[in-house]
């Protein structure tokens, strides 16, 4: 299905920019006098209100621009990039991040990566990438930076929004877009550790790690990432896995496994077929996971996330790694594993993952328990259509960024259409049903702690389903490319 943003596909690309143009930090600090005060008489009660301008806050706004809905996005950081902004406080990358998803699979559909980006480009390169996209459709002027969202209320005409140090103001509307890997987890082991216990998120550089004995708790994406890390400077290297996972390569055929995977999946390849043919591309480059020293997996590779790491089980047979069970206790300076062995270490990088939270709006607000909102397609409240979270979903297989675009351009449509005063009868109604399947089979085994987790052709097809049902309900929107009233002039103004 072509959708209107695909109409007016642009081949523009980081590339594109106009040579000798600054970093979007530097125009930022430049034109827009980040502290400056907001004009007292700025009146903001027919605008959106846009939170974080990571992949997803970018997106939105682009989306929003483009179909003349007039918005405000506020970024707690200096710059566009989200968790790609590193070193910044809340990026949880690691200086040697690179994508784990192919460019191809996570790109901007609007927007591809340039050309000479290898298929896995450093974070380096993605925030110039972003930062090229900002530039490219003019959002860096609507953007107010280090400027956090502390408050979001309803009212009776919207939402009241209160930003760090400053008065409420009031908006007819919220898109959430703040991120989902900034808010780190914590084992709560028995028992106190001496030695340096870190988060992933606080990991960066293997310099902490350089001569001592390490454990890495966790077997996700950042555990392996970080014991393989470890391997070149540290004594000794343990992770420590409490339930066995399927390891799968990086790489196949030459190819990122994502990309391959999509492909066949848009081929109309059932799970099953997929799911024998990843099983056996591990078995031929990973060997099978018991033989790694953590027992066999409960469930079969896709029930759960899946770990890619073709590293780990490199280092577990050069005997640089050694896989243990998860932690029972922390004794000091030594830790005893759930198998009763005791081991000391001098570091230990819990790499246990995030926990999805609003620390602004009160979560029954977002109709559900406390960092488990339950809205349709991840996305929309059931039954307000002035609150709504983009970015909230973890790919099973790739990457997200395009997803987050169709969600941005849905709800621009959505927005469009309510502006015009449409009758909306038919989404109220859809939004009210149960919640579609957008796992089609993918990470079943463990829904609490996967409930985000997508298939990412099958949540596009929906998402570009709906858009398409938008534009024959009410036509193609008018693309508009004036910005509406920026922030920027605003604080001009003032
Ligand atoms: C180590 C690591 C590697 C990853 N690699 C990949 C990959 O290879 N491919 C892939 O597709 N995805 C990857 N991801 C997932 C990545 O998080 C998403 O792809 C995407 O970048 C998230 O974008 P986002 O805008 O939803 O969130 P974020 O990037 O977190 O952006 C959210 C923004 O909101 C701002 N914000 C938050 N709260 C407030 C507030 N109260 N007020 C104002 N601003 C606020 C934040 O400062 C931030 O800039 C990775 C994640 C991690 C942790
Ligand atoms: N290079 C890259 O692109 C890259 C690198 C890193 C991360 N990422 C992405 O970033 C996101 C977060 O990844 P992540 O690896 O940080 O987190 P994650 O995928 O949530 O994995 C967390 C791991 O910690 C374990 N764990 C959680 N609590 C624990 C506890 N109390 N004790 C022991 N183990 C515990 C989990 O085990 P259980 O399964 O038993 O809960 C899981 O193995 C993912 O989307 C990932 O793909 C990408």
Same mark, same amino acid.
């Given at each position: 299905?072509?959708?209107?943003?695909?109409?007016?596909?642009?081949?523009?690309?980081?590339?594109?920019?106009?040579? &000798?143009?600054? +970093?979007g930090l530097?125009?930022q600090s430049?034109r827009n006098g980040i502290l400056a005060p907001m004009n007292r008489h700025d009146d903001t009660s027919s605008k959106y209100c846009v939170i974080g301008a990571g992949?997803a806050g970018l997106?939105v706004c682009?989306?929003l621009r483009? %179909?003349?809905i007039p918005f405000d996005c506020y970024e707690r950081e200096h710059d566009v990039g989200g968790i790609?902004l #590193?070193?910044q406080p809340n990026s949880? $990358?690691?200086?040697?991040?690179?994508? $784990?998803?192919?460019?191809?699979?996570?790109?901007?559909?609007?927007?591809?990566?340039?050309?000479?980006?290898?298929?896995?480009?450093?974070?380096? /390169?993605?925030?110039?990438?972003?930062?090229?996209?900002a530039?490219?459709?003019?959002l860096y002027d609507q953007i107010r930076f280090q400027t956090g969202v502390e408050q979001l209320i309803p009212s009776s005409t919207g939402w009241s929004v209160r930003l760090a140090g400053e008065r409420a103001r009031s908006y007819r509307g919220v898109v959430i877009a703040n991120g989902h890997?900034w808010d780190?987890?914590?084992?709560?082991?028995? &028992?106190?550790?001496? &030695?340096?216990?870190? %988060?992933?998120?606080? #990991?960066?550089?293997?310099?902490? $790690?350089?001569?001592?004995?390490?454990?890495?708790?966790?077997?996700?994406?950042?555990?392996?990432?970080?014991?393989?890390?470890?391997?070149? =400077?540290?004594?000794?290297?343990?992770?420590?896995?409490?339930?066995? =996972?399927?390891?799968?390569?990086?790489?196949?055929?030459?190819?990122?496994?994502?990309?391959?995977?999509?492909? /066949?999946?848009?081929?109309?390849?059932?799970?099953?077929?997929?799911?024998?043919?990843?099983? $056996?591309?591990?078995?031929?480059?990973?060997?099978?996971?018991?033989?790694?020293?953590?027992?066999?997996?409960?469930?079969?590779?896709?029930?759960?996330?899946?770990?890619?790491?073709?590293?780990?089980?490199?280092?577990?047979?050069?005997?640089?790694? +050694?896989?243990?069970?998860?932690?029972?206790?922390?004794?000091?300076?030594?830790?005893?594993?759930?198998? &009763?062995?005791?081991?000391?270490?001098?570091?230990?990088?819990?790499?246990?993952?995030?926990?999805?939270s609003f620390p602004f709006i009160d979560h029954?607000e977002l109709?559900?328990?406390?960092?488990?909102?339950?809205?349709?397609?991840?996305?929309? %409240?059931?039954?307000?259509?002035d609150l709504s979270v983009v970015g909230?979903?973890?790919?099973?297989?790739?990457?997200?960024?395009?997803?987050?675009?169709?969600?941005?351009?849905?709800?621009?449509?959505?927005l469009?259409?309510?502006?015009?005063?449409?009758?909306?009868?038919?989404?109220?109604?859809?939004?009210?049903?149960?919640?579609?399947? /957008?796992?089609?089979?993918?990470?079943?085994?463990?829904?609490?702690?996967?409930?985000?987790?997508?298939?990412? =052709?099958?949540?596009?097809?929906?998402? +570009?389903?709906?858009?398409?049902?938008?534009?024959?309900?009410?036509?193609?929107?008018? =693309? +508009?490319?004036?910005p509406s009233a920026p922030l920027a002039a605003q604080r001009n103004a003032a």
């Amino acid at each position: 299905m072509e959708v209107a943003a695909q109409n007016c596909r642009s081949k523009a690309s980081v590339g594109s920019v106009r040579s &000798g143009e600054q +970093t979007g930090l530097g125009q930022q600090s430049d034109r827009n006098g980040i502290l400056a005060p907001m004009n007292r008489h700025d009146d903001t009660s027919s605008k959106y209100c846009v939170i974080g301008a990571g992949a997803a806050g970018l997106t939105v706004c682009r989306a929003l621009r483009q %179909h003349g809905i007039p918005f405000d996005c506020y970024e707690r950081e200096h710059d566009v990039g989200g968790i790609f902004l #590193y070193g910044q406080p809340n990026s949880s $990358l690691y200086q040697s991040t690179h994508l $784990l998803s192919s460019k191809s699979t996570t790109e901007y559909p609007d927007f591809p990566m340039p050309a000479d980006y290898p298929p896995c480009p450093h974070h380096s /390169l993605v925030l110039e990438y972003f930062r090229s996209y900002a530039r490219h459709f003019q959002l860096y002027d609507q953007i107010r930076f280090q400027t956090g969202v502390e408050q979001l209320i309803p009212s009776s005409t919207g939402w009241s929004v209160r930003l760090a140090g400053e008065r409420a103001r009031s908006y007819r509307g919220v898109v959430i877009a703040n991120g989902h890997y900034w808010d780190p987890v914590w084992p709560d082991f028995r &028992g106190k550790f001496s &030695g340096t216990l870190l %988060h992933s998120k606080q #990991y960066k550089t293997p310099d902490v $790690l350089l001569g001592k004995r390490v454990l890495v708790i966790g077997a996700g994406n950042s555990a392996c990432d970080i014991a393989a890390e470890a391997v070149s =400077v540290a004594k000794r290297v343990v992770l420590s896995i409490r339930r066995p =996972v399927h390891f799968l390569p990086k790489l196949s055929f030459g190819k990122t496994g994502d990309a391959t995977a999509q492909q /066949l999946i848009r081929w109309g390849m059932p799970l099953w077929m997929l799911r024998i043919l990843s099983e $056996l591309g591990a078995r031929v480059i990973n060997g099978r996971p018991q033989d790694l020293g953590m027992g066999v997996p409960d469930h079969r590779i896709f029930e759960s996330s899946v770990t890619v790491s073709t590293l780990v089980p490199y280092h577990v047979r050069h005997g640089d790694i +050694t896989i243990k069970p998860g932690v029972d206790e922390l004794e000091g300076s030594s830790v005893r594993f759930a198998d &009763g062995s005791t081991e000391p270490f001098d570091v230990i990088v819990c790499a246990t993952g995030f926990r999805v939270s609003f620390p602004f709006i009160d979560h029954r607000e977002l109709n559900g328990p406390a960092g488990s909102p339950r809205l349709y397609l991840h996305q929309f %409240h059931p039954h307000r259509n002035d609150l709504s979270v983009v970015g909230l979903f973890q790919s099973a297989t790739g990457g997200h960024w395009g997803l987050m675009h169709y969600q941005a351009q849905l709800l621009a449509r959505l927005l469009a259409a309510q502006a015009a005063g449409a009758n909306l009868d038919w989404f109220d109604r859809l939004r009210n049903q149960t919640a579609p399947d /957008l796992k089609g089979g993918f990470a079943t085994h463990d829904s609490e702690r996967h409930q985000y987790i997508v298939e990412p =052709v099958r949540f596009e097809r929906h998402l +570009t389903r709906l858009i398409g049902e938008f534009d024959r309900r009410y036509g193609q929107p008018a =693309v +508009t490319s004036a910005p509406s009233a920026p922030l920027a002039a605003q604080r001009n103004a003032a």
